[in-house]
């Protein structure tokens, strides 16, 4: 799992040069390759890695996506991502006494990330997507802490990261627009000093532009 974001960054880098190396026909260039799109919708992940799936129940967030078409199959895009991580029930109580790695560990956290965005359409319906850039993270603990309780991290302070995640998703008819709403099941990680955090979720999106 170390290696998925550094993987995933490098097919972004060859599908760009892919991309980048196509030649649209002149007779083929309409408006909708000069327009950038603007999506959005919910995130709703669960935790899939030991340390915080014993601390931590679930997120819910919020993404934004810009993203233009540079063929009838693939967009190049700017994401960002919004994660606010909840605590499970039955975490421990918190005293004056607890050390700062415990009051992190079972408070609630936000993760920020912007990523660059690769998308491809498969069929009229279907798509998948890699993007990886840079995570921010903040406990309500200590803000400066960030991710710093997990002890992978350096047992310090963690509050950037690699964000890198895959996708596979599907759209859907909403009246005659074709293509506005989108669903997809999204693996994500948060890495950082060799170690990755994962998350597996459903992310809903609305196509304010088609």
Wanted: glycine share 8%; net charge positive.
């Amino acid at each position: 799992m170390k290696k998925i974001p550094i993987v995933s960054l490098s097919i972004i880098l060859l599908v760009v040069q892919f991309i980048a190396a196509q030649t649209v026909p002149e007779s083929d260039v309409s408006s909708k390759y000069k327009k950038i799109y603007l999506e959005s919708g919910i995130n709703l992940s669960i935790p899939v890695h030991i340390q915080m799936y014993r601390s931590h129940k679930f997120e819910i967030g919020v993404n934004i996506r810009a993203f233009k078409k540079v063929s009838p199959k693939w967009d190049l895009g700017l994401k960002v991502d919004y994660d606010y991580w909840l605590i499970k029930r039955n975490a421990p109580t918190l005293t004056s006494e607890s050390t700062l790695e415990e009051r992190t560990l079972y408070s609630n956290f936000s993760i920020f990330s912007i990523k660059g965005n690769t998308q491809y359409s498969f069929t009229p319906k279907w798509y998948w997507g890699i993007e990886s850039g840079l995570g921010y993270a903040l406990s309500d603990a200590d803000r400066k802490f960030g991710l710093g309780f997990v002890s992978e991290f350096g047992g310090g302070a963690q509050q950037f990261g690699l964000s890198s995640a895959f996708y596979l998703g599907r759209y859907f008819i909403i009246g005659n627009k074709t293509n506005k709403l989108g669903l997809s099941a999204d693996f994500t990680q948060f890495l950082a000093h060799g170690h990755a955090e994962n998350s597996l979720g459903l992310k809903v999106k609305y196509r304010f532009i088609n």
